[in-house]
């Protein structure tokens, strides 16, 4: 599987134009073959969280422990947490339930429409952005081939 495409920056909602060459190696029996936009969004978030501090405290008579009560004494600690989502932001299938000849290329014409929401949590850090060509073919591994692409958010 091979894929061109024109490699500029896109915007949420304009086409991508994708001419996809499949040249089988040995007859088969492909499921789909689509092209898919993922995106994979990564940010840190950071929060406080209260501890108990290392030493108790009591209070209560001095004397001795039958009068105290333990009070634990709590310290705050700054903690971050790396979270990174990836999935398929749009996606249109270009061939479906085909037999393909061995050495036979066949190339298709598609466009990619890419949806005009922005992607979950991409407003709490970066997105990054891959044009994903799969073809699911039957009794055999999928193909999986991949470029990047810069996609500007609204």
């Not at 190696?25 to 501890?51: F, G, K, N, P």
């Not at 339930?97 to 598609?110: F, K, P």
Request: net charge neutral; with cysteine.
């Amino acid at each position: 599987v091979e894929f061109a495409f024109e490699n500029i920056p896109y915007k949420l909602g304009e086409e991508i134009k994708c001419d996809i060459q499949i040249a089988p190696r040995s007859d088969v029996y492909v499921r789909e073959a689509r092209i898919d936009l993922v995106c994979q969004v990564h940010w840190t978030e950071s929060y406080t969280v209260m501890l108990p501090a290392s030493r108790p405290s009591y209070s209560g008579s001095r004397g001795g422990l039958m009068d105290s009560t333990y009070i634990p004494s709590m310290v705050s600690k700054q903690v971050s947490k790396d979270h990174k989502e990836t999935y398929v932001h749009s996606s249109v299938s270009f061939l479906e339930d085909t037999d393909l000849q061995s050495g036979r290329i066949t190339t298709y014409n598609t466009r990619l429409t890419i949806q005009s929401e922005n992607p979950d949590n991409a407003s709490r850090g970066t997105v990054k952005w891959s044009l994903v060509a799969v073809v699911n073919v039957a009794r055999a591994r999928d193909i999986h081939k991949g470029h990047k692409v810069k996609i500007s958010l609204l």
